[in-house]
């Protein structure tokens, strides 16, 4: 996942740089019939009238049929985001320009909300409502939406209908847009705890993220190298465990405030607090939680994964998991589960012990799944479902398949099933589980318990490897979320958000049924080389490739066309002060001016 | 520059304490914040200092361009605070800072002028240093308590007394002058009790060490400002340490620029190489050819250096200590140029008739070159450095060759199908336009590798065919002593005998002679030929004058090593960018393979690597705009300013260097400039815009 040894890194690059000007496949500019929609809706017929939009004269308003009215304020403050992106760079040239005769002009947007729930102050959640329909005619423009999630991305679209003519009018061309998302968790992970993201950062790009019809914001909060987030109930954990103490940490305050921004554009705030593995950060504050490494018969001073053989452990969890879903109301909590390192448990004595007892042999695999079953059973204690990394559903994987059917077998499914969605959650039933209880035979039943709506989120391996742990982790009828070939951190010379544009979740071998189980991907931007100088140009217009991929018909895959609308849509994240970066020679109107 | 001081670069020789602050480490307690932190955690973080003692203390958060080495003071944190306590927490431990400090701090100081060599006040020693000093002026320490001062181990008394004054001196003036390629940047800084000197040949290195000074200054927890006692004797490896920026792939506003230029200042780079102009677009603003810009730029009102923009960039860079050297590239490169100057570029033919395309610019006209005649002549007086960069890579012949005209042209001047002769005879005509507005010129490498690979039989030719003795006759009378000084090009070696084919003196009586007769020219570079023993079978009288400086950017190590000799033993001046094409990224800490190059890394003879003036770290603008550039760029071009500046013994150690880096990347950010991290871990000032 994110730790890539220093080592590595070091391996000579041996550019060649044959050209002074290294030629990279290019795409063609192409006048797309789309404009600079990004990314592309479902079905959008843009006509050629085109009517005339006045910033004196335009409003966006509720429709009088809407079920969300004045007092949603989720809404309004969209309205007035939309409006300012719309004429807020046209003051100047439009203040007293009012071109007579010059044809009709759109006045209105009315936003319908058409169902009972309009959602305005709830949170978005995996199966909220983005689907919208935009009309664009005068004198009225209309957009229909089941909920306000499907709104606001219906404002953006409307938003990035509008052009300008050489004269600086604002035009609007007669539209009929429907549209809705091809996957439902389309997101973005950033890591804060590799380099501490000032709370500016975070925000900013959430905006990026709305323009690019993003939902979910995946915060990998806490890491190895620090703890930032500041618990109210441990609040050593960021005093020891963060860069500094008081610079360099989430109060709850930032967190909230991140968490209803998000809300504001529609976007859920998943947060990550991975365990056993990538925990050293934990250490610092919370004394006796890490295995302490020993070297020979004596403790090294060093210390390896959360101890998973004491109550300690798993009461501080329970406390602390506690907490982070009462801070964070998405459904999902994201508990990592990656990179597990064995070395630790297996010089320390105690471990070795407790593996004996509970006849585990050897296979430290167990221990690590005997741990991350304590701490699914106390996330679903607090009513959450979670997502975890792949390596989790690998090692179950990799254990004796024969035990699966035991599993399957086992007299506690129907009612493991009835518990789960009697608890209220949505279940897929073609889902059973987790595969890695597997080997312990009929021990298993000592130890698990398990969700189905389990999220396993791919992030490993080359292309033929992804495409086979996503037939794989389908075929076991978990939900999946890819995220592998969506690495950004991992920077090429040249065009390479084009890599990112063409890889598909359903690009593996599997039936309709599994394929429907693929819920998303996301973006990822670990953070060894990324922090708040970087981070934003680094991210976007590169993340815009993915979101396209996630949001748009999977047969959207012509280049020059993409190419073409987002040099635009880039140059539009400029205007609206997002330092994206170039995709290649050219200008924008508005150069970023914000040195 | 002279390098005949001998002088030890960049060694810090400190009398330091044996012994480091201690602090109470972050666990102990201090109720009140700790109690503070809790209440306010809901006004985020500055809740506490909103609580503690000195709330006031406000950092500079944006440093504005005028205000340099001010911040650059201010921003400092201490080297040995690495850890946590930093802002907040140090507010906490004021008093139990132990009493022993090693260090010597900065009370109430300023800047000094002495006045040695200074008796003139028409070298403005005000308008350029007092600038400075005016920006480094702090106010008082918050504390000025006299703490006793710390022990060295052998006893003695250490570190009491406030720095009152940095006392610069400057040996000559020059304050109103540009920097050029032979400017001394060396200095020396004494800070003694009491006491900060600093003393420098010019005022380029009293620049410098007006940097160095700026970043031996840290402070304690208290925010005090500190310097350890310290004898600095510094002065730079190679003259020319550039930095290329490329404007034409991408606008770069004007502010980018400057910022840019703050940033190489910080790192000690002296050569701004503006690639302003190229096929993608013209910014330049001429006034002789406003079409150029008008109808070659992005934009001709929004995305255009104007005059003024060009001379602000020029004085800004001049008050840094750095050279502005624009490059104008031809003949290729210059698709931008013909939107604006119809007739200028060749014409692209498909079979008969004219395609409507362009290629490079039409070498065969007079035209041509009486607009580069006027357009370098306003260049020349534009941009005061004595050098123009000249491009010349890249050419693509395919237009050329599909041309009928140039075709003739070719069988009229015997170039046979060696469209390399048609570009060399281009380039020929352009470095005479440019020597005779006495300047210098810098070319890619592909000027001196087209000529080397010029058949040994015209290289003859030329020798015999063109009448050499007329040539030097005329150009002497012309009284251009750059074409005089250096009459060819030395670097065609090896074509074995042939030209004794062609030439019936006897090579060593031709050898000779040909010395002689340099020599009685006042040609330099001989000692080239005579240290290769003459080995040289023939000599190219090409028309480059030799101190035209060749720019290395092309092929992996052996190539680019191997470039580097050739050119050299050619008695050319060089300069290496293969290398340090930062543009270029990979995954990972990548400014390493930067940091690791060895310019002088090539076979070759002492003389030869004299020859070397330097280097310059490329930002090409393909992927680059001002949403990237200085995350880009910074600090992975400081790598390749330290191999440039410092001695190539002390900064073999890529950890140590790592170290420093990585602390100087943070007293970046804190100076305002967007300079990404070089891997994990965080600066107590994080850049908090977006």
């Not at chain 2, 006045?115 to 003139?120: K, R």
């Amino acid at each position: 996942m994110a730790v890539i040894k220093l080592a590595a890194l070091l391996l000579a690059a041996s550019v060649c740089l044959c050209s002074k000007h290294k030629s990279e496949k290019v795409p063609k500019l192409v006048n797309s019939q789309y404009g600079s929609l990004w990314p592309l809706p479902q079905s959008a017929q843009i006509s050629a009238t085109a009517f005339q939009l006045s910033r004196s004269s335009f409003q966006i308003v509720h429709a009088p049929k809407s079920s969300a009215g004045p007092r949603c304020y989720l809404l309004g403050e969209a309205f007035r985001r939309y409006f300012e992106y719309t004429f807020g760079y046209s003051k100047r040239l439009n203040k007293d320009r009012k071109q007579s005769g010059a044809g009709a002009e759109v006045s209105e947007l009315q936003v319908l909300i058409t169902s009972s729930e309009p959602q305005c102050d709830g949170f978005p959640s995996v199966s909220s409502d983005e689907s919208y329909q935009l009309t664009v005619d005068q004198p009225t423009a209309v957009l229909t939406a089941p909920e306000v999630w499907g709104a606001l991305r219906g404002l953006e679209t409307f938003s990035q209908l509008v052009y300008k003519d050489e004269y600086g009018t604002l035009h609007i061309n007669k539209s009929e847009i429907k549209d809705f998302p091809r996957f439902n968790h389309r997101g973005i992970l950033l890591d804060s705890s590799r380099h501490f993201l000032p709370l500016k950062v975070i925000l900013a790009n959430l905006d990026a993220m709305a323009m690019n019809k993003y939902n979910v914001f995946h915060w990998h909060i806490v890491d190895d190298q620090s703890f930032p987030y500041q618990s109210f109930l441990f609040p050593e954990l960021s005093k020891e465990g963060s860069y500094h103490p008081y610079t360099h940490v989430y109060t709850p305050a930032d967190v909230k405030m991140v968490i209803e921004y998000a809300r504001m554009r529609g976007i859920r705030v998943i947060s990550e607090f991975d365990t056993p593995g990538h925990t050293q950060s934990w250490g610092l504050g919370q004394k006796g939680l890490l295995t302490p490494c020993y070297s020979g018969e004596k403790p090294s001073g060093t210390f390896g994964p959360v101890n998973p053989i004491l109550n300690s452990t798993y009461d501080f969890m329970t406390q602390f998991f506690k907490e982070v879903s009462s801070v964070f109301p998405d459904a999902y909590i994201h508990l990592g589960g990656d990179e597990v390192d064995f070395s630790c448990w297996k010089s320390n004595p105690d471990i070795q012990k407790f593996m004996e007892q509970q006849g585990f042999g050897t296979d430290y695999r167990k221990l690590e799944s005997y741990y991350i079953q304590r701490i699914l059973d106390i996330v679903t204690g607090t009513k959450k479902g979670y997502m975890i990394w792949q390596e989790v559903f690998d090692n179950g994987v990799k254990l004796k398949p024969d035990t699966v059917v035991e599993v399957w077998k086992g007299n506690a499914l129907e009612e493991e099933l009835h518990n789960v969605t009697s608890a209220g959650y949505t279940t897929i039933l073609s889902a059973p589980w987790y595969l890695d209880y597997i080997s312990y035979g009929q021990d298993w039943q000592k130890y698990y318990k398990l969700k189905l709506d389990t999220l396993i989120h791919v992030w490993k391996g080359s292309e033929e490897q992804y495409k086979a742990e996503m037939a794989a982790v389908t075929a076991a009828g978990f939900q999946a979320l890819l995220s592998t070939p969506w690495y950004l951190n991992r920077i090429s010379y040249g065009q390479d958000w084009q890599q990112g544009y063409k890889a598909d979740p359903h690009s593996f071998n599997g039936t309709d049924a599994q394929k429907k189980l693929v819920i998303g991907g996301e973006a990822c931007l670990w953070g060894e080389f990324v922090d708040a100088t970087n981070l934003t140009p680094r991210l976007w217009p590169r993340a815009s490739a993915v979101a396209e991929r996630l949001w748009s018909r999977k047969d959207v895959r012509d280049t020059d066309d993409a190419y073409s609308r987002l040099s635009q849509h880039r140059c539009r994240m400029v205007q609206r002060g997002i330092p994206a970066e170039p995709l290649y020679v050219g200008h924008c109107d508005y150069e970023y001016g914000g040195l | 520059m002279t390098r005949k001081l001998k002088l030890v670069s960049f060694s810090l020789q400190t009398k330091r304490c044996a012994f480091s602050l201690t602090r109470p480490t972050s666990s102990s307690n201090h109720p009140r914040c700790r109690v503070s932190v809790l209440l306010y955690s809901d006004a985020q973080k500055q809740g506490c200092f909103l609580q503690c003692p000195r709330s006031k203390r406000v950092f500079p958060r944006r440093r504005s361009s005028a205000v340099l080495y001010r911040s650059v003071v201010a921003g400092d944190r201490s080297p040995g605070s690495g850890s946590m306590a930093t802002s907040a927490e140090s507010l906490l431990f004021r008093r139990e800072i132990p009493a022993e400090s090693p260090r010597i701090q900065l009370s109430v100081w300023q800047g000094v002028c002495s006045s040695t060599g200074m008796h003139d006040p028409r070298y403005g020693f005000q308008t350029l240093l007092q600038d400075h000093f005016f920006r480094i002026q702090r106010r008082k320490p918050l504390t000025v308590n006299n703490k006793p001062g710390c022990v060295y181990p052998d006893g003695s008394l250490c570190g009491s007394a406030p720095l009152a004054a940095l006392v610069v001196n400057v040996q000559k003036g020059g304050c109103d002058g540009f920097p050029d390629l032979n400017s001394r940047e060396d200095y020396k800084l004494s800070i003694v009790d009491g006491l900060g000197s600093l003393s420098a040949v010019s005022v380029w290195g009293a620049l410098r060490g007006l940097e160095t000074f700026s970043q031996l200054v840290y402070q304690d927890q208290e925010g005090t400002y500190y310097i350890n006692k310290t004898d600095v004797v510094d002065f730079p490896r190679f003259p020319h340490r550039g930095l290329l920026l490329d404007t034409s792939r991408h606008y770069l506003p004007v502010r980018s620029i400057l910022e840019t230029l703050d940033a190489m200042a910080y790192n000690k780079f002296n050569v701004f190489h503006w690639h302003i102009v190229d096929d993608p677009s013209f910014p330049y603003q001429s006034p002789t050819f406003p079409n150029l810009s008008s109808k070659g730029a992005f934009h001709p009102q929004t995305h255009i250096y104007t005059m003024s923009d060009v001379k602000q960039v020029i004085e800004h860079a001049r008050l840094w200590g750095i050279r502005v050297i624009p490059e104008f590239d031809t003949p290729g490169h210059t698709q931008s140029w013909g939107k604006g100057q119809p007739g200028l570029l060749t014409a692209c033919y498909k079979g008969l008739v004219p395609s409507g395309t362009f290629g490079p610019v039409n070498p065969m006209l007079n035209t041509s070159y009486q607009f580069m005649s006027m357009l370098f002549n306003e260049i020349s007086s534009v941009f005061p450095d004595s050098y123009l960069h000249l491009g010349g890579d890249e050419v693509n012949f395919a237009c050329w060759k599909s041309n009928p005209d140039i075709q003739e042209f070719m069988k009229k001047m015997g170039f046979g199908t060696d469209y390399r002769k048609l570009e060399s005879f281009y380039i020929e005509n352009l470095v005479k336009i440019v020597t005779a507005l006495n300047k210098n010129s810098l070319v890619w490498q592909e000027v001196f590798d087209n000529a080397v690979k010029l058949s040994a039989s015209t290289v003859v030719e030329v020798w015999k065919g063109s009448c050499y003795h007329c040539e030097l006759h005329r150009v002497t009378k012309a009284g251009q002593r750059a074409i005089l000084a250096s009459p060819w090009y030395l670097n065609l070696i090896g074509y074995g005998q042939d030209w004794t084919h062609y030439y019936t003196v006897d090579p060593l009586g031709f050898k000779e002679r040909l010395i002689k007769m340099l020599k009685k020219l006042g040609v330099l570079k001989l000692q080239v030929l005579e240290a290769r023993k003459l080995d040289l079978e023939i000599i190219c009288l090409q028309k480059v004058p030799a101190d035209t400086v060749v720019h290395v950017w092309k092929g992996n190590k052996e190539q680019y090593s191997q470039e580097m000799s050739n050119v050299t033993a050619g008695g050319f001046k060089v300069l290496l960018s293969a290398p340090w094409y930062l543009n270029v990224i990979n995954y990972g800490q990548d400014w390493m393979e930067a940091y690791k190059v060895e310019p002088l890394g090539f076979n070759g003879t002492a003389e030869q690597k004299q020859l070397v003036m330097g280097g310059e770290a490329c930002m090409w603008g393909e992927y680059v705009d001002a949403t990237n550039l200085t995350p880009r760029l910074w600090p992975r071009a400081g790598a390749v300013g330290e191999r440039l500046w410092s001695d190539e013994a002390q900064t073999s150690n890529l950890d140590t260097a790592y170290d420093r880096l990585a602390e100087f990347r943070c007293k970046l950010l804190r100076r305002g400039i967007r300079a990404q991290p070089l891997f994990v871990g965080y600066c107590d000032h994080e850049y908090e815009r977006i």
